[in-house]
């Protein structure tokens, strides 16, 4: 496919910025259900996104509209900081599964040591059908499924304890990264080979 070309595949993007005075921007743009709301405000080449459809009106719904609340949602861009300074900017597409991937990405890079695109390549693991603030309630504890790359005697050692396995094996999440340094600045990027995207220095 040529560049700029949309196959009508791809309705997310996570996108993170930094530059020589030390600002950094996470960011997730996503059009969500039917790509979008169909409308495209004039002159400026983009659909609006109807995210907002996981917000809820009825004010007894836990995930209900209402001033100075987060609701529930799955726009999750993050951000690291140590002693209130700015260290890591990174993402991590993907739905629910935003915040299981954060955390793998961040076990890595912390707990492991490894460095912002060895982070994002190791395979991860997904679990599916926990109980949601929309309403939805978890069923016999879910399903765990994992990525390739994760050897059958892990699988298996999961099932021994319990867990439910899901059949097959497919990537999960797309993640891009951005590490600061100090003293003096620099910058180590990181881009996950599942998806489109690369790590770009200047």
Known sequence: MSPGAWDGSKDTIYLTAADRDGNMVSLIQSLYYGWGSHMAPPSVGFPIQNRGELFALDPKHRNRLE???RPFHTIIPAFVTKGGN???SFGVMGGDFQPQGHAQVLMNLLDFGMSVQQAGEQPRVRHSGS???TGSRMEQGGVVS???HIPDSVIQ???DMGHTIQGGKSDHGGYQGIWRADD???WFG???PRKDGCAIGY
Do not use: N, T, W
């Open 67 to 69: 001033p100075h609340k």
């Open 86 to 88: 700015p260290v890591f």
């Open 131 to 133: 109980s949601e603030p």
């Open 146 to 148: 994992f990525e390739r």
């Open 157 to 159: 050692q999961m099932a």
């Open 184 to 186: 003096p600045l620099r």
């Open 190 to 192: 990181g881009s996950d």
